[in-house]
């Protein structure tokens, strides 16, 4: 469970990416992360469900402008407070039944089956941009949480 709960946190954030994004580019709202955390569980489900449909639209360029603007946005929070969100997705995860989390994860694992080849590709660069961006002890620490025991 400790694997699906790592693979959820690191997955949180792409999956607020993709479903944030509105079918223009022009008019794509990059959520705040402190509010989309304040949101109750049935808020961010509900918000969730009109987001995506809004993502099935998207071009794949427009889901790229979207990530990059969500991840800059991302990069502006103290290390404090990615923390702080970091913990409180950890808390909410940890409330959530079995069930509830097995569907979050098909969910997301469904979203990347869905994406082109190229935007997997994408993704996995943006990725590593940001795990290189990380200290030591924080890739550490993320390594850590990510090793099956």
């Not at 705040?32 to 304040?38: I, M």
Request: hydrophobic fraction near 40%.
């Amino acid at each position: 469970m400790k694997n699906s709960f790592a693979r959820y946190c690191l997955w949180r954030v792409f999956l607020l990416a993709t479903l944030s994004m509105s079918a223009n580019a022009a008019t794509i709202e990059v959520p705040d992360p402190k509010g989309w955390s304040a949101l109750t569980h049935e808020e961010q489900e509900n918000r969730r469900a009109v987001l995506k449909r809004q993502l099935q639209l998207a071009s794949p360029a427009e889901r790229r402008v979207f990530r990059q603007q969500l991840r800059a946005r991302l990069e502006t929070l103290s290390p404090q407070d990615r923390q702080a969100l970091a913990a409180q997705t950890r808390g909410r995860w940890e409330t959530l039944s079995i069930e509830q989390r097995q569907r979050l994860v098909k969910e997301r694992r469904d979203q990347i089956n869905a994406m082109s080849l190229e935007e997997r590709e994408d993704l996995l660069r943006q990725r590593r941009a940001m795990l290189n961006k990380l200290s030591a002890e924080e890739r550490r620490a993320l390594r850590e949480k990510l090793t099956p025991n």
